[in-house]
């Protein structure tokens, strides 16, 4: 069984690019170190690459997704998206993101059995990035629609983040918002894990 993480920073997390077994030091290790005791013959490929938008996804779902057919994908991007046009606030067109990650899960849908799993782009209130919000919520709001449309699962970490918050403060999960400490890349490994047995058992 063939999982791939796709994705951003938060994905790559500072994997080594020449090996795309190397699952980096974030979610995708913990993923990992939950699922080899629960499936013993599944290959575990890491191709996120820190900065991406679903643009760069886009650019290079053929090469990093399509020709490695995977049996189950995750995919985590967005908040790039929002983050690289912060600095002007000359957002992103929310028409653009969305038709952009609709190709991605189009093409899968139509060159793939994968099972998809999609994970909403998150953001944890810490003062110079709240202001993202402005941005960044309407095109969670896309990634959710397009979940309903090409998702066999979901996972709404920004909601699951916000829950996380109230008991331990923001910064526990992620120092700088967005990209998680080890608490916040466990967070999601608990529930991607879960995901991945499950989309497994419906294969």
């Known amino acids: 069984m063939k999982i791939l993480f796709q994705g951003d920073s938060i994905t790559d997390a500072g994997r ?8 980096g030091g974030g ?12 499936i013993t013959n599944a290959e575990f490929i890491n191709l996120g690459i820190s900065g991406d938008r679903a643009e760069s996804l886009m ?6 997704c399509i020709a ?9 991007i967005g908040i790039n998206d929002t ?4 600095d002007s606030r000359n957002w992103m067109l929310d028409s ?55 998702a066999d699962i979901f996972i709404p970490l920004d909601g699951i983040f916000a829950a996380s918050s109230v008991k331990y403060p923001p910064t526990h999960w992620a120092d700088d918002g967005v ?3 080890e608490y916040g890349a466990k967070i999601i490994a608990d529930y991607l894990s879960k995901a991945i047995i499950e989309a497994a058992a419906s294969i």
Not at 83 to 86: R, T
Not at 117 to 137: T, Y
């Open 16 to 23: 080594d690019r020449n090996d795309i077994h190397d699952m």
């Open 96 to 150: 653009y993101f969305e038709s952009c990650y609709r190709d991605i899960l189009t093409k899968t849908r139509k060159n793939t059995n994968a099972k998809i799993i999609i994970m909403e782009q998150f953001l944890l209130s810490v003062p110079d990035k709240n202001f993202f919000r402005e941005d960044l919520d309407p095109k969670i709001q896309i990634t959710r629609t397009l979940a309903r449309e090409f």
């Open 68 to 76: 490695y057919s995977p049996d189950i994908l995750t995919i985590l």
């Open 179 to 181: 990209h998680p400490t």
């Open 59 to 64: 650019a290079r779902w053929d090469s990093d």
């Open 27 to 38: 979610y995708p290790k913990f993923t990992k170190d939950i699922l080899q005791k629960q």
């Open 83 to 86: 983050w690289h046009h912060a």
